[in-house]
T-cell receptor, first 112, second 114 residues
Framework: EAQVTQNPRYLITVTGKKLTVTCSQN?????MSWYRQDPGLGLRQIYY???????DKGDVPEGYKVSRKEKRNFPLILESPSPNQTSLYFC???????????FGPGTRLTVT | AQTVTQSQPEMSVQEAETVTLSCTYD???????LFWYKQPPSRQMILVIR??????QNATENRFSVNFQKAAKSFSLKISDSQLGDTAMYFC???????????FGAGTRLTVKP
């Protein structure tokens, strides 16, 4: 089954404790991205990657890191999480030239 | 910069009736793509319908159709014969032909009442 997976689905952590949210897709898509969803703001892009070893900042990159060492994986790293990073996070992927993104199930992160 | 505006934070409709959700966008590009995504309580983002800007014909998918007005930069979603399962948050989204970056509106929460 073609899909984008994220782990964990739920995470509660404390300020300053490094964490990683994994994202993997099995569709051989070139393009992957991370979004955060906050009430009244819709989805805002954090980082995106056009292909392996190619990443770039989106609209709200502060406090986040990403890497793209393999085509299928695109982890999101929070080196020192803060309460304002409490949000719902989505990973998405799409094929190059195809104007449609496939979304993972979301990760609910709470930073206390 | 491209922006997407959904001016209706919440809407409700009676089961079996028709409802229209509004979306406007701002861009200087000529080639682009527009989408409506549905997000039910499960939080999964589900593509409802898409429209290519170069196509004059409005897209339809079963009970879902759009009214695409390119000159007015408007892209509304009409849901006919509303069903309880249509209750969800609906997001309008925009993507240019230059890359795969997608811009979203703030969303409209739709409630279908029995």
């Amino acid at each position: 089954e073609a899909q984008v997976t994220q782990n964990p689905r739920y995470l509660i952590t404390v300020t300053g404790k490094k964490l990683t949210v994994t994202c993997s897709q099995n569709m051989n898509h070139e393009y992957m991205s991370w979004y955060r969803q906050d009430p009244g703001l819709g989805l805002r892009q954090i980082y995106y990657s056009m292909n392996v070893e190619v990443t770039d900042k989106g609209d709200v990159p502060e406090g986040y890191k990403v890497s793209r060492k393999e085509k299928r994986n695109f982890p999101l790293i929070l080196e020192s999480p803060s309460p304002n990073q409490t949000s719902l996070y989505f990973c998405a992927s799409s094929a190059s030239g195809v104007r449609e993104q496939y979304f993972g199930p979301g990760t609910r992160l709470t930073v206390t | 910069a491209q922006t997407v505006t959904q001016s209706q934070p919440e809407m409700s409709v009676q089961e079996a009736e028709t409802v229209t959700l509004s979306c406007t966008y701002d861009t200087s590009e000529n080639n682009y793509y527009l989408f409506w995504y549905k997000q039910p309580p499960s939080r999964q983002m589900i593509l409802v319908i898409r429209q290519e800007a170069y196509k004059q014909q409005n897209a339809t998918e079963n009970r879902f159709s759009v009214n695409f007005q390119k000159a007015a930069k408007s892209f509304s979603l009409k849901i006919s014969d509303s069903q309880l399962g249509d209750t969800a948050m609906y997001f309008c989204a925009f993507m240019t032909d230059l890359n795969n970056d997608m811009r979203f509106g703030a969303g409209t929460r739709l409630t279908v009442k029995p």
